[in-house]
């Protein structure tokens, strides 16, 4: 039963224009780390974790994903299921599908063993989700510098191969806009108030699990990519919660800030706005959808209590 499970998804895959995408809901659920994303799409859309179902409807399919080597069975196995085997074989290796083109070695080696079939649903699929430095770059953040993020095009991969109906994508950038139609993908940044979110920190750096941890040194990580987004504002916006600079320099030094007066600037406080400021969005952030993933009060964002759908 398994084997012809197996078999209709490889079927489907292979028969469908452009592996099904065009049936597809594609959501980037964007946003700073911490902000929830996952709690959002666990708890509120059913989603669950594309490598722990890869039969599931709705799946949530991150960047971090594949930073995690238990992942990658997961991945070699979809490549395998997906009509792949010799691509799945040799990628095994690297655990990286998605850039075999860049160990020549290793693609060379596919090349040899791969049957024309094989040949033809691998360059369909790099057509649509392959490895490009600019489409890896995200307007945002600039990560992974130079060669932009490779695994924004893993994440491509995982969506063209899927069978799910509604594919999350989770970011704390929006490269993944650039492999798709600007209408057929919808960037919804879920909004964590200024206040949880670093209560959100504090609950994390005092965890008993060290993998929860965020390095507050690191300034491509935790408030600092909040930064990335987000500004004060003298007026409500994104949710009518009103902050002084002392409240955010005492919850800074809680989380283990030590840098509280260059990060307060980095928000642009200005001395006028020290008495009392709002959060708003940076210029450049653009989403179809802004949610509030705390509902601490009314604004632009929406309330996430009910959101069943997007």
């Known amino acids: 039963m398994k084997y012809l499970l197996n078999y209709t998804r490889w079927v489907a895959l292979y028969e469908a224009r452009e592996f099904n995408l065009d049936q597809k809901d594609l959501i980037l659920l964007s946003g700073p780390s911490a902000s929830g994303k996952t709690y959002f799409a666990m708890n509120q859309l059913g989603a669950k974790h594309w490598y722990d179902d890869l039969d599931a409807e709705t799946v949530l399919v991150g960047t971090d994903n594949f930073n995690n080597p238990e992942v990658g069975p997961a991945f070699i196995k979809l490549v395998e299921e997906a009509g792949m085997p010799t691509l799945a074989k040799i990628a095994a290796e690297t655990d990286s599908p998605h850039v075999i083109k860049l160990y020549d070695d290793k693609f060379k080696e596919w090349e040899e063993e791969a049957s024309p079939e094989e040949k033809s649903k691998y360059e369909e699929i790099e057509r649509i989700a392959g490895y490009d430095p600019e489409k890896c770059k995200s307007t945002i953040r ?76 690191d300034q491509e990580s935790g408030i600092y990519q909040y930064l990335d987004w987000y500004q004060a504002v003298d007026e409500p916006d994104l949710d009518d919660k009103k902050y002084t600079s002392d409240e955010i320099k005492s919850k800074l030094e809680e989380a283990g800030y030590s840098n509280t007066e260059e990060i307060l600037n980095k928000f642009e406080v200005t001395d006028s706005l020290k008495d009392g400021f709002y959060i708003g969005l940076k210029d450049w952030v653009k989403p179809n959808r802004i949610i509030n993933s705390r509902d601490a009060g009314t604004g632009r964002a929406e309330s996430a209590a009910g959101i069943t759908a997007l």
């Open 142 to 217: 600039k990560m992974g510098g130079r060669q932009g993020d490779g695994r924004v095009s893993a994440m491509a991969w995982a969506a063209a191969l899927l069978s799910a109906k509604t594919i999350l994508f989770d970011d704390v950038g929006d490269a993944i806009k650039n492999y798709y139609d600007s209408d057929k993908i919808k960037d919804v940044l879920i909004f964590t108030p200024l206040d949880k979110y670093l209560e959100n920190i504090i609950s994390r750096n005092n965890s008993e699990n060290t993998t929860e941890h965020i390095d507050t040194s």
